[in-house]
């Protein structure tokens, strides 16, 4: 991380009627690194991601990525972003290279250039074994790795990721996370996810934050937190117990 802020926002909020999903949201994203975004169900982390992404409109405040604002430049933010959702959509009855060149021709990259890069992807995410294999025939765990090659077709500098390892077994959540820190250690990719998988956020994220009611309750490294929350002298901790002490502190 070289400590230029990718993603930024500055008192952004978002109400759906009397119910407010984001609260004055104020947050700052370094270049590479791989932030956490966490809290309950309802807690603003989908609406965050949307405004972000340029998908939905703050109610007031704002968000910068890349240096772009997502409300007044949309399509500026779409070209320098990528996104994974949770549940990734192929055409079945295609294999990967065909799913990728059509996605990479709605993009505008002329052929000669996609082919090259599909078959350099294909290997990042290791699927390069069967390439005539229909998508409808994957695993989840082929799909989410598919999913990310997409995410690369354009040389995204953010990387936003909404329960990448979904379920997927074991040895597929690991790949997913090996591939995610590749993305921040060797392309020097921002990546914001949400997962509700304590453990695997705790194992890649250099930051977190938490999100409870719409409201940013805790943001900073994961030791920070738990020093403020379990005390100086905890030998060890899980981001499971950081998260909960905030979650009910929340509740009150």
């Keep these: ?107 505008g990259i002329p052929d000669d250039v996609s082919r090259e890069k599909i078959e350099e992807l294909l290997k990042v995410v290791d699927l390069q074994a069967e390439p005539k294999k229909k998508v409808g025939d994957y695993s989840r765990g082929m799909k989410q790795r598919l999913g990310i090659a997409e995410v690369l077709l354009k040389d995204p500098q953010v990387v936003f990721l909404d329960e990448p390892t979904l379920g997927l077994d074991p040895d597929g959540a690991n790949q997913m996370l090996q591939l995610i820190q590749s993305l921040s250690r060797d392309k020097k990719i921002t990546v914001f996810f949400s997962s509700h998988l304590l453990s695997q956020v705790q194992k890649i994220s250099h930051r977190v934050g938490i999100m409870i009611k719409g409201n940013l309750v805790a943001v900073g490294r994961i030791e920070d937190l738990a020093k403020e929350k379990l005390g100086v002298g905890q030998e060890s901790y899980t981001l499971e117990e950081v998260y909960m002490k905030y979650f009910k502190e929340g509740q009150s």
């Design 1 to 107: 991380m070289n400590g230029k802020t990718v993603i930024e926002t500055q008192e952004l909020t978002k109400v759906y009627g009397e119910q407010v999903a984001v609260n004055h949201l104020n947050l700052r994203i370094p270049q590479g690194e791989v932030f956490g975004f966490l809290g309950p169900n309802g807690a603003g982390k989908t609406t965050t991601l949307l405004m972000l992404l340029g998908l939905s409109e703050p109610s007031s405040g704002r968000a910068w990525v890349c240096g772009f604002d997502p409300t007044r430049e949309p399509l500026k933010v779409k070209r320098v972003v990528g996104y994974l959702p949770e549940n990734v959509g192929f055409y079945d009855d295609m294999n990967a290279v065909q799913n990728l060149l059509y996605v990479s021709r709605l993009n």
